[in-house]
């Protein structure tokens, strides 16, 4: 293998996350304890801006390939990354005072998460299914140990457990599905894959045995019906912090894994694979839509409306046109800039030993503080789907692949779905303006916390009122230069 | 042909600019300001809504005050703008309404003042946006966006079942609407990625694709208008929303639903329309008998009010679907009438309400005793609400009769049992509230309307009696809209 074929200029803003990490790590060990949590914060974002930085300076409109085709930057995994970075880096202006307030703003903390950052770089990088999975175990394992790092608390450490045992299934059940493949295919890469299965195995027993252990890896990993036991306990459990990074960053590279799995290796079979994504859309929609009327506390609300949310997500991709992938990658990043704002408003309203996550804690916001209840009034009707905002246009755009392909049926039972779905985020509305309230303690936040937090919720209505002007066609372009 | 453009623009933004303006007086003591800062920016909504009606080419059936700008290029959305002899007149409606509504909340409204005034101006510029709206996405975007300050209206403000009877309109009208999305979606497959509205109008659809069509519109306006049987969910709001709201809700937002009929079903749907218009009009016949008989039993002012709104609304859509001129602008005649009179009705009840915080009718009895000039108003717009001559609540219904009579004389004959039934509860409950002996203490009490009731009033019985003594303008601004989407329906698209 020649230094060409290696193609290692390409693959820098990944080198160069790995290499300022172990910098940070070396920092945190030997500066001084006193400004540790300042000097973590300002190295985090100053990384992860660099990153952004050198993720821009490789973007290429063709694709190009390093270390033998296993890695490759196109159009949509940049973009994918750069939604990564930035949903991480709101993540660090959101939870730095709730982690510090409970003493988790830690080197551990910085260090797992910049490796999860990395590990989804790598997934929405990845062209071979040994990156694709290596990709995907440095994301799991740092997020499980992050699920855990509250270790005195009994709910996160089950949490931590559940979502250990359950990914660590689903990662064996993928493997063993690459595995097939790979018997049948006789190859790991993905375009040898994609074309093999194109020209000579598309009717193969051996291939669409292998998918279906692959596609249930994959529904485990996303957290779809009937794989979707852990996320409720995972939201619930689970730092805030972590939750939030489960439900917004982690899903925009699930997304980027799903489609070089599924739109791309297994393309050649996407007629099997079709009929097992309606089902499990079907489910998770129905699932996620009903059980959450029935939560009382707003984290595991949270969950069950991912679920339903990756329900959506799915039909976009069973389209199995560019279009629908498209329209697929435009819903998944206006969900996760809507869900870093829910889950920011969670941890601004927390304190010390309070954790804000019950539903009636939001009682009479709007008294409280109209600001802050505006911001989750615009939240939950664009995860509602109402317009004008963001989440409107990404369902829109899903609703119109699938049924561009015929899929008439599914589009009004998704359309019947959402209407249940408005119901709880309507419940949440209600209980800010209709309730009193039953805290009367003023809500105290940084001002980079508020301001930052006002931008992101800005940037849900502007995307719902003005979503042609980039992020929509640029979904489309990326998908049509990319597969 | 008047080209003057941005007028449209003008009616949606200036409001609610103005709206989010308000919220920013939230503080106490900043209450007198807001309302002042809403009542002139009310005052500049309906200001810029006039150019409308003087520079409007009553001989031309095409859109006026066109605005076009490409939108979201990606599906070929444009915020397209432009008004017809269907749609003005309502976009003129909704800013006098508004103009109305703030000045009625003054002295009533003392909790979350801003919010309350911001609700209503955010939501009269979304409303004409959903009237001048030439583009089907921009159109589904005013109308699902409208949602969102009326449910907060129902919900914060409301009576004490609020909750409820917010979240009961919201999901109503949501299920509705989003079949409409999937049909609009379906539509801009049809017409090779469009979704102007005009495009619609002239995509050949076969007959299975034009029931569905139909039924998907019909889901989402027959909830809007409300026709029975799916009208529950308006007398809940209607008692439960604030004065404000029950006026908004009855004088505009039930006009959007018929208003949708005439600008998605007929013209889109034609022949579906035509094979469909036995069941909309048995429907509609039993909007105005059955849902007037209902009307007669109520104990309760607005609840009673509300049922009217309903049997008169069925009026309307009776008119539509006889497809004929008489029936079309005796329908929407009716609609501006109703608009006027139910706003009055509510109003009227508004001021007995918040001096007595009640709108049970036996909490009343002989309040003319005590407010001779509101005994007036009350007398007078019973009288239109009912149907008599020389107001304009009777031109509407008489148009639709005739026009019904042209077709089969059964329609008319049940339609017209309406002048009947209309005066019976409404004079009915005139009779209990206004005549007769004082009733309680309450009552004894009562002081008359003041000089802001007094000049709300006014503008609406002035209203009313131009429109009854001389429809002429009225009739004449939607005639040829109206030729123009008769001929078009009646072509139909089957060949």
Redesign the interface.
Known sequence: MTLAQINLSIARPELFLLGLTFFIMLVDLFGDPAKRSQRLYALTLGTLALVAVYVLLVASVSPQYAFSNMFVVDQMATILKLAILVGVAGLFVYSRAYLETRRMFTGEFVLLMLFATLGMMVMVSANHFISLYLGLEILALSTYTMVALNRDSATATEAAMKYFILGALASGLLLYGMSMIYGATGSLDVAVIAKTIEFSRANDPLVTFGLVFVVAGLAFKLGVVPFHMWVPDVYEGAPTPMAMFIGSASKIAAFGFLVRILGDALSGAAHDWQGMLVILAVASLAVGNIIAIAQTNFKRMLAYSTISHMGFLLLGILAGTKVGYAASMFYIIAYAITSLVAFGIIMLLSRDGFEADKLDDLKGLNDRSPWVAFLMLVTMFSMAGIPPFVGFFAKLSVLEAVLDVGYVWLVVYAVMMSVIGAFYYLRVVKLMYMDAPVDHSPIVAGQAMRSVLAVNAFVVLLLGLLPGAGLMGLCLHAIQRSL | MQTSSYMLSLTIWVPIVIGILV?FL?RDGQNSAARWVALIGSLLGLAVAIPLWVGFDNASGAMQFVERF??????N?HYALGVDGISMLFVLLNSFTTVLVIAAAWQVINK?VS?YLAAFLIMSGLINGVFAATDA?LF??FF??M??PM??II??WGGPR??YA??KF??YT??GS??M??AL??L??VTNGSFDIVDFHRVPLGMTAQTLIFLAFFASFAVKVPMWPVHTWLPDAHVEAPTGGSVVLAAITLKIGAYGFLRFNLPIAPDAAHALSGFMIALSLIAVIYIGLVALAQSDMKKLVAYSSISHMGFVTLGFFIFNTQGIEGGLVQMISHGFISAAMFLCIGVLYDRVHSREISAYGGVVNTMPKFAFFAVFFAMANSGLPATSGFVGEFMVILGAMKVNFWYAFAAATTLILGAAYTLWMVKRVIFGDIANDNVRNLTDINARELAILTSLALLVLYMGVYPKPFTDVMHVSVDVLLKHVALGKLN
């Not at chain 2, 490409?70 to 599906?75: A, D, L, S």
Request: aromatic share 18%.
């Open positions: 919220l939230h490409v939108w979201i290029p990606r599906y959305i979350k919010q996405i589904y975007l699902e966006a949602l969102i449910f907060l919900g914060i609020r909750v917010a979240v919201f999901l949501l299920l989003l079949l999305l999937a979606i379906y801009y497959n």
